[in-house]
Each structure stands twice: as C-alpha cells, then as structure tokens.
C-alpha cells in the first residue's frame, strides 16, 4: 500500500520523510550527476528545494519494516512549478499561465538507491497511486518533465492520456521535455490490468475537511 | 509554429495505417523545411535471444543508395550510426570527426553523400530505456536547418520511429515497466560495451565520457546489482535482458 503524507500527517512520517530526501540525494546528485541541484542545498546529503513546502504531497512506497523504498511528490501547479519556473525553456508563458487549481505537478519520482530489486512494479505502484490521488482529489491533468527517452514508453503506456507541453531542453542527462497526463479512470483500468493489481494500492485519503487545507 | 506543426504531424502520423502511408505523412511535413530523402531506423530487439539488429523501416533515398547500403551490411561500418550511439542530441554530419575516418567507415560515408547527392543533413539519435533505439536521417537538398528547428523536428523523429515500429510489428518500448531492471541507461550500456570486451578508455570513446566516469558507471553497476564482479554484473544483466551482447 502506498502512502500519502499530506502536510495534516507529515508529522508522522518525520522519519521516513528524513529518509526520502536524503535518499534524493544519492540519487539526483550523486547517481544522476545533478551536480547544479547539488550545489543549491544547504545541507550536503540532503536533497530539498522551495516546492517541499507546506502544499506538497508525497507518495511514499514503504518496506514491511517502515523504510523507503520510492517516492513522488505531488504538488499544485497554480502557484509556480518546476517545469514553469525553474527548467528554463521547458514551456512558453502561455502554457505557464494556463495552469490552473486542478493542475498538479509530479517531480522528484525516485526508487531508493539502496534497493538493488526490479522497480517495475515499483514504478507502477506509484504511478497507479497518483492516478487514484488525483481521482480522489478531483485532478485534471498532471504535469511534468520527463527525459526524451520516455517518451516512447510514454507513448505505448499513455497514448491517449500524454500531451507535450513544448520542445526538448537540455539537462543534465541528456535531454528532457514537458509533458501533461490526464488522469481517468481508463488509465487507472488499464494500469491495473498491466501490473496485476486486484484493488485499490493508495491508502484511502484522508478526511475531505482536513485534505482541503492542502 | 515548428512545435505546433511536431504536434499536428503526430496526431497526422498516429491516424496512418501503413509504413507507405506513414512515409508519405512524414514527406508531406518534412518538405517545407527541405527534406529531400530521409531513413528511419529502428534497433529492434529479438524476442529469442534479446539480440538487437538494425532494421530499416522506412527509407526515402536514392534506390541506389538504398540496394547498396543494405546488399553490403553497412549499418555497421557507417559512422552516423557510431554517432548516434553516442548521442542523445541530433547532429549532422560536420559535427563527426570525419578527418578520422578510414577504411569501410571513409567508403560508406563518402559513397553515401555522392549518390544521394544532397549537402546538409540532421541525425537525430532516439533512446528508450533500453538505451540506444535507432536514429532518424534527414538530408536536405541545400542547407541544414538552424539548431532552433531541430528541437521539433526530434519530436517528430521519435514518434515517426515509434509509429514505424508499431506499423513494422515491433514490441513498443515500455521503460521497465515489465522489464525491471535497477540500472539506469548510461550503467547499461556502459556494462554492455565491458561485456564486449571494452576497457574503461574506450568505453569512454565511445560513449563519449572521461575513463573516469566511465570507471564510475561499472562500480555503480556492481553495487546496484549486487554482485563482487564486472564479470558477474555482465552475467547477471544477460541472464535478465537488461543488455545483449
């Protein structure tokens, strides 16, 4: 079951949160050489920027004994995103300018660096746990940025559900480019079907009058 | 306007039902930034054995060209295709280090130019999560485009490739998500090359990195695999798929 920590329970997950962003670390910084993002943190070996704030969301894929084993965060695009405002390039202002209350934007999607396991089913463990998130919440479209050489997986896994948002950029890594999701309850079926889930893999959400000060 | 007309050509290019018919969508949206002749190549992978191979699934050159490029098993001595391995940025022809060619390598290249007759060109190199998937040629009668196009012009290679591949019967690239696998691209084929036979250095050549970071790649392949050796990393990742020798 993937977990949901929202700011009302953050609390409670203090030390698998801890976990995460040091795990960032290892995994952007060191693995990935993101070197740029390195340099930014206060802390070395702590990985956290401006949108770990008190409106982000995070999917956490927890061990039978509490440790992580992959995130996400999820956060509201309404205000500033990544891909708007920090990956210079990604999108024009138009497009920036169109997000709206029932946009969200999905970053910092990580497998432990430690777990040396398949992260296949991992992968759709947390993608099929931010499609029930946003039909719980009430998501439109997701977005994010994501490396050019998803884009064909994208295409046989998403087709309907993927738009792109502007051209490639350069980064890090190669090259990656902007591109909306559009959540249904299609996308939730046809993941289920592909990763063999029987039921439901996000907790159930917290009560409606606490999730809405998010 | 580029960006939009990339959109409109993958919405045209998903509608197609044929190779010849794709051929033609993507002639039509190529022409006005003077695209004379163009190839799609694919490395598509053997469901048997998990051998890849080169496979041409479209190619709008000179029929001559064409008969000889595949009569004389090209693929593997042509330096575009060396340079595409490489990169995950298009790049034309003036960007290789022609000056070293020798060989088969010198032939191929310079037989290609004069039979196809064209003077600019754009490759653009396509990478799933298995790594290196095949390339898009572009030749142009005159000039090639300025950098600004060809950003939306490796939108439109991609999904060209992608559909081609669905058209020819190819097993769609699907990131893992059925094929688990721990490394990241760069660990894989690093580790594919080592398996080869490659040292450090020229790993580094290849993929365009220092020996260092090279180094860097295989040890963290080891620690991510779990294993006390390259040799067992190799096995480990044959045995599993993750990469083919």
Known sequence: MIRLVTPENRTAYAHQLEEMHRQRWVCFVEQRGWSALGALQKTPGYEEDEFDDERAVYLLALSQQGNVLGSMRLRPADDKTIVGDICQGAIDAKTKAGFGASDWEITRTMRAPAHTGPDGQLRLQLTTAACEFALDRGISRYVCCVDTQMLPAMRALNREHHTLLGEPIPYAEGEMIAVALRPDQQWLERTYALAGFTGRVLEAPPRAAAFAAA | ?245
């Open chain 2, 1 to 245: 306007m580029h960006f939009q007309r990339a959109l409109e050509f993958i919405e045209a290019a998903e509608r197609c039902s044929s190779l010849d018919g794709l051929q033609a969508c993507l002639k039509r949206y190529l022409e006005p930034y003077g695209v004379t002749q163009f190839t799609l190549m694919a490395l598509a992978q053997n469901p048997h054995n998990g051998a890849r191979a080169p496979v041409p699934l479209s190619n709008a050159t000179a029929s001559e060209w064409r008969a000889r490029y595949a009569e004389r098993g090209y693929f593997n001595s042509d330096v575009v295709t060396h340079g595409a391995i490489r990169r995950s940025a298009a790049f034309t022809w003036d960007d290789l280090d022609l000056k070293q060619l020798a060989g088969t390598s010198r032939t191929v290249f310079h037989e290609g130019r004069e039979i196809m007759a064209v003077e600019g060109s754009l490759v653009i190199p396509t990478h799933d999560a298995n790594g290196f998937a095949g390339y898009v040629s572009l030749f142009f009668e005159k000039e090639t485009p300025p950098p600004q196009v060809h950003r939306s012009l490796k939108i439109m290679a991609i999904y060209a490739l992608e559909k081609a591949k669905e058209l020819y019967g190819l097993e769609p690239d699907r990131a893992g998500w059925d094929q688990p696998c721990p490394l990241t691209v760069r660990q894989r084929e690093a580790l594919a090359f080592m398996a080869q036979g490659k040292t450090d250095w020229e790993i580094g050549v290849i993929l365009g990195i220092s020996e260092k970071t090279a180094n860097k790649h295989l040890d963290a392949v080891r620690r991510q695999l779990g294993v006390a050796t390259r040799a067992q990393a190799a096995a480990k990742a044959v045995h599993a798929g993750w990469i083919s020798i």
